[in-house]
């Protein structure tokens, strides 16, 4: 199954940049048809220009096909079309490879979001995401590029077969004979080198994290502080210098059988050219053929090494595409039902009925084996038959250790999880029946690792609800109940000023600072019910005890459910 999945996966490439732009994709192919074709057009009207300037020099017009003018005119002609059609090609090319970016990114991301969280907590998903981002955006179009070279090179090939057939069998056994060593090294190299990066996509995943740690602002602070920067670039260094030792030991073995390839096709360039001015020389063929000849069997040497090269690439972009389509193939388990109940327009009663949890084992796939791995702690509950009932219009505080539980309810409430058993109920209903972005739509949460995005703090506020932007009334309300407003106020540019500090004019914000402006994101959405995961952990005590005055006002036709530590 595994093999004829692998088989369908050039053709999947191919379709992938049809959809992508059907136009660019058949020009490219008439482009390098053509591309192919005028070389070969130009040689033969060469051989003529030879044959005539030699028969000109000695009077004898009979080997003349074409004056000496009208060759040349061809000859030019023919050389301008050729670079026409190059810059065509380029300038179609870079349309296409910028469309494929896109379309390719575009689709990475949309099913990246359509994941359930789970896959997070896996290392196999991290790796698979990895191998599927790290070449999808140019593999797709390298492809094409084979492909299309594949089958410029056939066109060559059959051009230069036709030429050389008027000499001799010959010649068209050792052009072939010599180029199989260089196909088969070329092959062999792209399996080592598919099989060298699947293998270490964790330590190339590490170095990112690493590059991450030196470079990144959220890290920044804590490396300075504990002078962990020389430390991570070692670690850094260690980890490069590994991969590309083993990288450029690939390269090395690959290389002496390159040489050896080279000496073979260098041997039949030889044996040619003697073969040539022996034939020259006992006349059976003129000058202008000898050079037609000469230059048919150098270009189908490049020809074939052309074609050697494109199936080697497109062997090695069907492993690599693989990882994009294993990762396009993910599905999610939290779905929608087929039927969805319609969510209430009241909500009057949250109840967590009898529910445990464990998250996924963390493991990878050597580990899925060890049976010591598989008795784990990620095996052990997280919540266990636990029970509790919220109700509208009062305040659920549900305090707890850290571990015991908190926010996993917050998770579960908005199915980023299912419980392994139990249920989570609303208004009496089970809430794996309701539309997946309907119930999180109503249900407006911020947790206690808020995000901060770098956009206005308008966009940061209105993100609570994406579909009603613009409400002026809610988002004044919004930030006023959540203590934000003060904040915002004394911005350069109010409402409209960028957050933090990663783009021109942002302005940056303590974490009690930010922590109102995800307050007001989370009031801006008008939920039914609403969560608070540590609500007022960075706040100062004057900020807490006013929105815990506000939050007086907030429930009274809300379910509201608070979450702190004891």
């Known amino acids: 199954m595994k093999e004829r999945k692998q088989n369908h996966v050039l053709l999947n490439a191919l379709r992938l940049v049809y959809r992508c732009d059907a136009k660019g994709f058949v020009l490219k192919i008439v482009y390098t048809a053509v591309g192919s074709l005028l070389p070969l057009a130009n040689l033969y009207i060469l051989a003529q220009i030879v044959d005539s300037v030699q028969a000109t020099l000695q009077n004898n017009s009979e080997v003349v096909v074409l004056s000496i003018p009208v060759a040349v005119s061809l000859f030019a002609a023919i050389f301008f079309l050729g670079r026409l059609v190059g810059i065509l090609s380029i300038v179609n090319s870079d349309k296409l490879t910028q469309r494929l970016i896109d379309y390719i990114s575009d689709q990475i991301q949309s099913h990246s979001v359509s994941l359930d969280m789970a896959y997070y907590d896996n290392p196999d998903y991290h790796d698979t995401f990895h191998r599927a981002q790290q070449e999808a955006n140019f593999r797709p179009i390298r492809i094409l590029d084979d492909f299309t070279n594949f089958v410029g090179s056939a066109i060559s090939i059959v051009g230069v077969v036709t030429m050389l057939a008027t000499a001799s069998c010959l010649t068209l056994v050792v052009m072939i004979v010599a180029i199989i060593p260089t196909f088969i090294v070329r092959l062999v190299k792209s399996r080592r080198v598919f099989s060298f990066r699947r293998e270490s996509t964790q330590l190339t995943r590490r170095t990112h994290y690493l590059a991450a740690l030196l470079t990144n602002s959220a890290y920044a602070k804590e490396t300075r502080a504990f002078g962990l920067g020389h430390f991570f670039r070692q670690q850094f260094v260690a980890i490069r210098r590994e991969l590309v030792d083993k990288l450029l030991s690939i390269s090395r073995r690959i290389a002496v059988s390159d040489v050896l390839s080279a000496i073979l096709e260098t041997a039949a360039l030889m044996l040619i050219v003697v073969f040539l001015c022996r034939e020259t020389v006992a006349g059976a063929i003129t000058v202008g053929s000898f050079v037609m000849l000469f230059e048919a069997f150098r270009r189908g040497q490049q020809s074939l090494q052309t074609m050697a090269t494109a199936v080697a690439g497109l062997y090695d972009s069907k492993l690599f595409m693989g990882n994009l389509f294993e990762f396009m193939e993910l599905r999610p388990t939290i779905t929608s039902p087929d039927h969805p109940v319609a969510f209430p327009r009241q909500v009057d009663s949250v109840v967590f009925d009898d529910i445990t949890f464990r998250y996924p084992a963390v493991q990878s796939t050597e580990q899925s084996a060890d049976p010591d791995y598989q008795a784990g702690?990620?095996?052990?509950?997280?919540?266990?038959?636990?029970?509790?009932?919220?109700v509208k219009?009062?305040?659920?505080c549900l305090q707890g250790e850290n571990g015991f539980g908190k926010t996993t309810l917050l998770k579960l409430l908005l199915r980023l999880y299912d419980p392994d058993d139990g249920r989570i109920l609303i208004n009496g209903i089970d809430i794996r029946q309701f539309d997946l972005e309907e119930l999180r739509h109503n249900i407006s949460a911020i947790f206690q690792d808020h995000v901060r995005f770098y956009f206005t703090a308008r966009q940061n506020i209105e993100f609570g609800d994406i579909h009603h932007l613009g409400d002026e009334e809610r988002l004044q309300r919004a930030a006023e109940m959540s203590e934000a407003m003060p904040v915002i106020e004394r911005l350069s540019k109010g409402m409209d000023t960028p957050l933090g500090r990663q783009f021109y004019q942002g302005e940056e914000l303590s974490m009690g600072q930010w922590q109102r402006v995800a307050l007001a994101r989370q009031?801006?959405?008008?939920?039914?019910?609403?969560?608070?995961?540590?609500?007022?952990?960075?706040?100062?005590?004057?900020?807490?005890?006013?929105?815990?005055?506000?939050?007086?006002?907030?429930?009274?036709?809300?379910v509201v459910i608070l979450i702190s530590h004891l």
């Open 393 to 396: 219009g009062e305040v659920t």
């Open 523 to 558: 009031l801006y959405s008008e939920a039914p019910v609403l969560v608070f995961d540590e609500p007022t952990a960075w706040m100062d005590s004057q900020s807490r005890e006013q929105f815990l005055k506000n939050l007086e006002v907030i429930k009274r036709d809300k």
């Open 377 to 390: 702690k990620a095996q052990r509950p997280v919540l266990q038959h636990f029970s509790l009932r919220c």
